[in-house]
């Protein structure tokens, strides 16, 4: 259990790196229109080709994208069970903290009540 929650953890570690990049979260925003070439994702980027290309291999060794190659043409896709992981795990975030915050405000409800 714990090495599944550690391996978890790592693959959040790499969803959250690949997607602190703007440019990379750009690429993302891209693929959710659907797949595209290298070029087509480089394209409206001033950055050389290798650097890019970087930054598709951070995206894909995240598991945010997979890509193919048929060819000389490599096509990069959305893979949306990264994105899922990372919404579950917002989503249990934002129920801790909803929760935490529902706790705090009826404690300062109940003091404010004593008050009077």
């Known amino acids: 259990m714990a090495k599944r929650a550690g391996e ?3 693959a959040l570690d790499r969803v959250f790196h690949a997607l602190s990049d703007p440019t990379r979260r750009q690429v993302v925003e891209r693929l959710s ?7 087509d ?3 409206p ?3 050389a080709l290798p650097s890019f290309t970087q930054h598709l291999h951070v995206l894909e060794k995240s598991g945010l994208v997979t890509s193919e190659k048929k060819g000389r ?7 949306p069970q990264s ?6 795990w917002l ?10 915050l529902d706790q705090l405000d009826s404690l300062l ?3 404010k009540e004593q008050q009077r």
């Not at 229109?33 to 070029?39: D, E, F, L, M, V």
């Not at 994105?83 to 579950?88: G, P, Q, S, Y």
């Open 109 to 111: 409800y109940d003091l």
């Open 45 to 47: 980027f001033d950055m």
């Open 33 to 39: 229109q659907g797949p595209a070439t290298t070029s």
């Open 8 to 10: 978890e953890g790592s």
């Open 83 to 88: 994105l899922e992981r990372l919404d579950t």
């Open 41 to 43: 994702l480089a394209r």
């Open 91 to 100: 989503a249990a975030q934002r129920a801790r903290w909803t929760r935490r």
């Open 73 to 79: 043409v490599r096509t990069y896709r959305l893979a």
